[in-house]
């Protein structure tokens, strides 16, 4: 559950939602990605993480409530697409993922936006990309 006081003061961020699919195939860049961030002292939160969690809107309060949004739109699952258009709306901080054999089919209107992309075999290799965003955002955040 994301903290009831919402967004970290400005600088480093606090937590990160995932906005991810939740099947197989995502599950090793879950990990990576939580392991990775916890790892920097960011508090991660997914919208799955509570099964059978009753709110009102929880979309809208996690994502209204996270420093940063991380999403992966390699499957285009309408799910993720709608909570990163939401946090597009909102202003929020994103960084859009994609497995790279996947960048020709992603829809025209994300090909505007940074997209960080992967390869499935060497997740690893985001580690640098995202580090990098995540400093960048600290430093605009701080000014």
Same mark, same amino acid.
């Given at each position: 559950?994301?903290?009831?006081?919402?967004?970290?003061?400005?600088?480093? #961020?606090?937590?990160?939602?995932?906005?991810?699919?939740?099947?197989?195939?995502?599950?090793?860049?879950?990990?990576?990605?939580?392991?990775?961030?916890?790892?920097?002292?960011? %508090?991660?939160?997914?919208? &799955?993480?509570?099964?059978?969690?009753?709110?009102?809107?929880?979309?809208?309060?996690?994502?209204?409530?996270?420093?940063?949004?991380?999403? &992966?739109?390699? &499957?285009?699952?309408?799910?993720?697409?709608?909570?990163?258009?939401?946090?597009?709306?909102?202003?929020?901080?994103?960084?859009?993922?994609?497995?790279?054999?996947?960048?020709?089919?992603?829809?025209?209107?994300?090909?505007?936006?940074?997209?960080?992309?992967?390869?499935?075999?060497?997740?690893?290799?985001?580690?640098? #990309?995202?580090?990098?965003?995540?400093?960048?955002?600290?430093? %605009?955040?701080? %000014?």
């Amino acid at each position: 559950m994301m903290p009831a006081n919402g967004p970290s003061p400005k600088g480093e #961020p606090k937590s990160v939602l995932l906005l991810l699919p939740r099947n197989w195939r995502s599950e090793n860049l879950r990990h990576f990605l939580s392991d990775m961030l916890e790892q920097s002292g960011i %508090r991660v939160h997914a919208l &799955d993480e509570a099964p059978g969690a009753v709110r009102t809107n929880p979309p809208k309060d996690a994502i209204d409530q996270a420093d940063i949004v991380i999403a &992966d739109v390699t &499957d285009k699952n309408p799910n993720v697409m709608y909570e990163l258009g939401h946090a597009h709306c909102l202003g929020k901080p994103t960084i859009v993922l994609a497995e790279s054999t996947s960048m020709d089919s992603l829809p025209s209107h994300l090909c505007g936006n940074d997209i960080l992309t992967y390869d499935r075999g060497n997740i690893g290799s985001i580690e640098r #990309p995202l580090a990098r965003f995540l400093q960048e955002h600290a430093e %605009r955040a701080g %000014r």
